[in-house]
């Protein structure tokens, strides 16, 4: 263990999706309060242009929302890493009203210590693309 104030022992600490390099898939999930679904779609179909400018700009790409039920599969890729990412969007007021605006709609977006609810990989199939 660590002691506090101590830097943590490179080789001791896990790298997690926070963590994940350019190219890299990552995948969190929220879970929306009951009767938000609409709602929430609707503001998807209507994704303000300097929302998707920051994602852009964030280096943010085939990012992709599954819907299933009240929950939400959010799956993407970056550019220049997920912390670069999360640095950009966190940083921008676009970002802070997006989600202001969209707050309401979440019965659940992070855990007890803040972190997204990661969803780790536990399998993947590559398989063959189609031949032309």
């Not at 990552?26 to 309060?33: I, K, M, S």
């Not at 938000?36 to 280096?59: K, N, Q, V």
Request: proline content about 10%; overall charge negative.
């Amino acid at each position: 263990m660590t002691p506090p104030g101590a830097t943590p022992d490179p080789a001791a600490v896990t790298p997690g999706p926070a963590d994940a390099g350019p190219g890299t898939q990552v995948c969190h999930l929220y879970r929306l309060r009951p009767g938000a679904e609409g709602e929430y779609e609707r503001r998807h179909a209507e994704i303000w242009p300097e929302m998707s400018a920051l994602l852009d700009a964030a280096g943010i790409y085939d990012y992709h929302i599954h819907r299933h039920g009240l929950l939400l599969i959010c799956v993407l890729r970056t550019r220049y890493g997920f912390r670069h990412a999360d640095r950009v969007t966190g940083a921008s007021a676009v970002q802070r009203r997006w989600t202001e605006s969209l707050a309401h709609l979440f019965a659940e977006i992070a855990d007890a210590d803040g972190e997204p609810l990661w969803a780790y990989p536990v399998f993947h199939h590559a398989g063959r693309p189609p031949a032309d």
